[in-house]
């Protein structure tokens, strides 16, 4: 029986380390990063040698970095409490020589004051522009590389990466300049997802679901991530990015990738990643007329969500009023291989959606010949298999039952399963199972450089043709399901967009 860290994980706390933060300043640090150090600790998963170097351009004093820190708990105890009180701050620019300097200063203090041993975990939060950077300055003043005492050196990658293929190229030949590829943990926080690393569980520890997860059986695939917020107080970065490169270049492949590979031989870090890479690689490539035709993409305008009066994309902070970014993709993708030729693959996320829905349909072929009269099945829908990610994490299928009475009237209903009450125990959000396997060591839920050349290789062709007269941005009122034209791209096949059912 495979003993993978995907298998089976026993409580345990990771070795002695200095976690070192670029960006310490930063929205991603208050908002993700410390507080799921804060959980990790108050629920006894930090080693006591454990400290926290934050680095940042922002004037700030070990005192205001720790105060910062302290806020980030999750109200779990005074764990977190005790351990901020040793947590170090280096204040300077990210490529100045002074800056290593000081954190090596600090590091060296640290090590002395804390036991940490020499190990080492640099995460880069900071902004994309400066992870290379920082990475090169990292190796220059001999951080990058592993103590002869055995000690260990890595470094945790944020998103986004790269802008496109050569960017993530250009980005990730600097990075293996300065570090080795296992020492490189890429993040995309829907792997840390419960529901998302349960979609290898539902596929691989249950006989049933395997032999019909083909083209013989599934008629079409439909992954939506879809949100109810609109850009917040991002609207800056998101001007840089749109849906595409913010959610399908990442979240949307890791999920379509996992749903979709072969089975893998083992449940480990290198089967599970070599599979994911060879089924992104069966993905068709558009020609650029292709890639207009098989997409959509849509910005938002003013609407209604929850009763509640919001503004249009180009109205929100930080956003150019004549804005062409997107805010709402939809792809039909097509996996060129043996087990799914012939299935389209629809792909759909936007901001300011009807609803915060993240799921995976695979909906099957109908019955071949259906005896019942008409309107006895008119209500009959083919069946479908929903893998709910979020909220409310479920698997639910969708099939035909009779009403009861002296008609045979069949019905669609549906047969669920849900985690939050059929499993008590609690799991760590995404980030702070992230921050935990990189801590341990554990790269499996972590994104390899093919990956992401793939994943770039996919929506490039998108990228380029939206660029040229042509690639349109049609535009939908927030609290929709997105733009009119979107069902169009299902419509031409008899197909349709599901309406979740939440
Ligand atoms: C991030 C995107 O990667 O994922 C955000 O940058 C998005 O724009 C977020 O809101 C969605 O994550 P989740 O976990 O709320 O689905």
């Known amino acids: 029986m495979s003993t993978s860290p995907v298998a089976t994980r026993v409580a345990r706390t990771p070795p002695p380390l200095v976690l070192v933060i670029f960006g310490a300043s930063g929205d991603l640090t208050g908002r993700k990063i410390l507080p799921a150090l804060a959980q990790l600790a108050n629920r006894g998963r930090l080693n006591e040698r454990f400290c926290v170097v934050g680095v940042a351009r922002t004037g700030w004093s070990d005192d205001d970095f720790r105060q910062v820190a302290l806020k980030a708990d999750d109200g779990g ?29 600090v590091l ?17 939060a900071t902004v994309p522009e400066m992870f290379g950077a920082v990475a090169e300055a990292l190796a220059k003043e001999g ?42 943990f890429r993040i ?13 569980a539902l596929r691989f520890a249950n006989a049933i679901f395997e032999p019909i997860w083909n083209r013989r059986y599934v008629e079409q695939v439909q992954i939506t991530v879809a949100e109810s917020i609109g850009v917040e107080h991002r609207g800056g970065f998101y001007e840089t990015a749109g849906a595409l490169r913010d959610i399908v270049q990442n979240h949307v492949m890791q999920v379509l990738a996992l749903t979709m590979m072969e089975p893998p031989t083992r449940m480990d870090a290198a089967h599970i990643r070599d599979e ?4 992104l690689k069966s993905i068709d490539i558009p020609s650029p007329d292709e890639a207009v035709d098989r997409s959509v993409r849509g910005q938002y305008v003013a609407g209604v969500i929850d009763q509640q009066p919001v503004v249009g994309y180009r109205e929100e902070e930080g956003v150019d009023p004549n804005s062409e970014v997107e805010t709402y993709v939809a792809l039909r993708l097509s ?22 829905v993240t799921e995976v349909a695979l909906q099957f072929h109908e019955v071949p010949f259906l005896a019942f009269e008409g309107a006895l099945s008119r209500e009959l829908r083919p069946n479908v298999l929903v893998l709910r990610i979020q909220p409310h994490e479920r698997i639910s299928l969708h099939f035909g039952a009779k009403v009861p009475g002296e008609d045979f009237r069949v019905q669609s209903v549906s047969m669920d399963f849900g985690y939050e009450q059929a499993i008590a125990e609690m799991g760590m959000d995404g980030y702070t199972r992230l921050l935990f396997d990189a801590m341990i060591g554990d790269p499996t839920l972590f994104i390899r450089t093919d990956e992401v050349e793939q994943a770039w290789r996919i929506v490039d062709p998108y990228l380029e043709a939206w660029s040229e007269p042509g690639g349109g941005l049609h535009f939908y009122q927030a609290g929709t399901w997105g733009p009119h034209i979107a069902d169009l791209l299902l419509q031409r096949s008899g197909d349709a967009w599901r309406v979740p059912v939440l």
């Open 77 to 105: 105890g005074g764990a977190w409490a005790e351990m901020v009180k040793s947590f170090r701050y280096v204040s300077g620019e990210y490529a100045a020589t002074e800056t290593f300097d000081a954190l090596r200063r």
């Open 108 to 124: 060296a203090e640290v090590d002395q004051a804390r036991g940490t041993s020499g190990n080492r975990v640099y995460y880069l």
């Open 143 to 184: 951080c990058n590389r592993p103590g002869e005492g055995g000690e260990f050196v890595r470094l945790v990658v944020e998103k986004p990466f790269g802008r496109d293929l050569d960017s993530a190229l250009e980005l990730d030949a600097q990075l293996h300049r300065a570090f080795d590829e296992d020492q490189i």
């Open 188 to 200: 995309d926080h829907y792997l840390g997802k419960e529901t998302v690393q349960n979609v290898l």
């Open 276 to 279: 994911k890479v060879k089924l």
């Open 335 to 356: 996996v060129d291989n043996w087990r799914w030729a012939g299935v389209p693959v629809y792909v759909r996320t936007g901001k300011r959606l009807a609803a915060r």
